[in-house]
Nanobody, 115 residues
Framework: QVQVVESGGGLVQAGGSLRLSCAYS????????VQWHRQAPDKQRELVAV???????YYTAPGKGRFTISRDNNKNTVYLQMNSLKPDDTAVYYC?????????WGQGTQVTVSS
């Protein structure tokens, strides 16, 4: 069993910053990667950033240049630092832990950016 819990969402003005956290626990041996996704109202869920087991990172267009994914292995926690936020970044942000046994999702954390 794997538990994934996101936190750190909230309401922020355009141009502001937020740091999301993804804490994971349980049977996480051989973890492959941790991903951040987001889903805006009436839109499909989209990948934002990935951090692989070896530390390599990958960003899709929404996150490039403004978001930074990082991790604290001692705390089994991955972070998503989001800067220069825009109203278009408003979404529920989900963390996904990728293991050989499958992908495990958290419940999501709401990020709302006001103009």
């Amino acid at each position: 069993q794997v538990q994934v819990v996101e936190s750190g969402g909230g309401l922020v003005q355009a141009g502001g910053s937020l740091r999301l956290s993804c804490a994971y626990s349980g049977n996480i041996a051989s973890l492959n990667a941790v991903q951040w996704h987001r889903q805006a109202p009436d839109k499909q869920r989209e990948l934002v950033a990935v951090i692989k087991s070896g530390g390599g990172t990958y960003y899709t267009a929404p996150g490039k240049g403004r978001f930074t994914i990082s991790r604290d292995n001692n705390k089994n926690t991955v972070y998503l630092q989001m800067n220069s936020l825009k109203p278009d970044d408003t979404a529920v942000y989900y963390c996904a832990v990728v293991l050989p046994t499958g992908i495990f999702w958290g419940q999501g954390t709401q990020v709302t950016v006001s103009s």
